[in-house]
């Protein structure tokens, strides 16, 4: 008798153990740095399918968004501070609810517009300097599977696809590297973009490769973003996995380990 109140008391210390854990681990994830996995090739060369991140929550203060599954009892943002343009930032999508990792590129009231690939912010052009090209293996990449799309065209399994790679100077000098395969993609000319009170504006830097806020949320794009929808600042890659698993250790990057996000 006495060893199955012992073994009831067992069960029951675990699960309290479990519990809190979860609590504990829920309350740091809402407050302070939530783990987000890239899963797509927008972002490159920035950010690989596979890096593996901490998004810092308390950069822009919290929202319902904060929150797992948007339940946050909160209206609007608190402790909030103002994002800058160029920071890299983790928002959940207007329509379909996804977690998005993009470059932020306008803030409220900016005009925005890319011609021939090129960006253009309130009627100045963002310089491009050249800067030699992205290479990497034609193969299925991480979870989903998905090949890189090449600018120099259709290359066969193992193959190395290559595309044009840029550094940008956005107005505040701020530097980042963007890819290109074309200047006439479905991206790279377009109309002009007034940002509404409240919102921004996100792009990929993989500018042939994303679908943001270029494109009408209708198709599938982001379009402007609410400020309530942002969810944090990506700071630093943690480890890098180039295998369909995280935990498959050995397919670990070793030079993308604390790499900073520029």
Not at 35 to 54: C, N
Not at 96 to 103: L, P, Q
Not at 141 to 153: A, D, L, T, V
Request: with cysteine.
């Amino acid at each position: 008798m006495a060893s199955a109140k012992k073994s009831d008391g067992g069960i029951v210390e675990t699960i309290k153990t479990v519990f809190w854990a979860l609590i504990i681990a829920g309350v740091f994830r809402t407050l302070f740095f939530q783990p987000f996995w890239i899963p797509s090739e927008s972002m490159k060369d920035t950010l690989l399918i596979g890096d593996f991140l901490f998004v810092n929550k308390m950069a822009y203060g919290y929202s319902r968004y904060s929150c797992p599954f948007g339940l946050c009892p909160i209206t609007g943002r608190i402790l909030g501070s103002e994002p800058q343009r160029g920071d890299v930032v983790v928002f959940r999508h207007p329509v379909n609810g996804t977690d998005f990792i993009k470059r932020l590129i306008g803030l409220p009231g900016d005009t925005i517009q890319m011609k021939n690939g090129v960006l253009f912010i309130n009627g100045v052009e963002a310089p491009q300097e050249p800067a030699g090209v992205f290479e990497e293996i034609n193969e299925p990449q991480g979870p989903m599977r998905s090949r890189p799309r090449c600018e120099n065209g259709a290359v066969g399994d193992g193959g190395i696809c290559t595309r044009s790679r840029f550094i940008e100077t956005l107005p505040e000098g701020q530097k980042h590297n963007i890819l290109n395969i074309d200047t006439n993609g479905g991206g790279d000319n377009t109309d002009v973009f007034t940002v509404p009170a409240g919102h921004y504006f996100f792009m990929g830097d993989n500018r042939d490769n994303s679908m943001d806020s270029r494109f009408n949320q209708r198709a599938g794009g982001v379009g402007f973003v609410p400020a309530e929808n942002l969810i944090g600042r990506a700071d630093r890659v943690i480890f890098s996995s180039a295998g369909t698993r995280m935990l498959y250790f050995w397919t670990w990057r070793s030079d993308r380990f604390f790499k900073a996000i520029e």
